[in-house]
């Protein structure tokens, strides 16, 4: 299984970036996909994740201004980011908890991250 992000990049206080993590590989259903993130010498975090069924849960501070959504079909996840702020810049992980069949346990994979950057 391969988690592959993409989207990162620099943007300007303020500004706006759409993140997506997308699954391939051995898959037979995907139950949850995350985005977390670390900054230089910070613990990862999690940011916001979404459940199968849509569910949501985000960190306090990202509320109101980060959406996580999911493209089940595609086994993809996008994490809108809004009103992005230099607190915000950061390596972002997706991660996903997948099961392989139908009779197999689940696991978590996680991606190689892919760098966010706000700054004027």
């Known amino acids: 299984v391969q988690l592959v992000e993409s989207g990162g990049g620099l943007v300007q206080p303020g500004g706006s970036l759409r993140l997506s993590c997308a699954a391939s590989?051995?898959?037979?259903?995907?139950?949850?996909m995350g985005w977390y993130r670390q900054a230089p010498g910070k613990q990862r975090e999690l940011v916001a994740g979404i459940t199968i069924g849509g569910n949501t849960n985000y960190a306090d501070s990202v509320k109101g201004r980060f959406t996580i959504s999911r493209d089940n079909a595609k086994n993809t996840a996008y994490l809108q980011m809004n009103s992005l702020k230099p607190e915000d810049t950061a390596v972002y992980y997706c991660?996903?908890?997948?099961?392989?069949?139908?009779?197999?346990?689940?696991?978590?994979?996680w991606g190689q991250g892919t760098q966010v950057t706000v700054s004027s």
């Open positions: 590989g051995s898959i037979f259903r995907i139950y949850a």
């Open positions: 991660n996903a908890e997948l099961s392989h069949t139908a009779v197999t346990g689940r696991y978590t994979y």
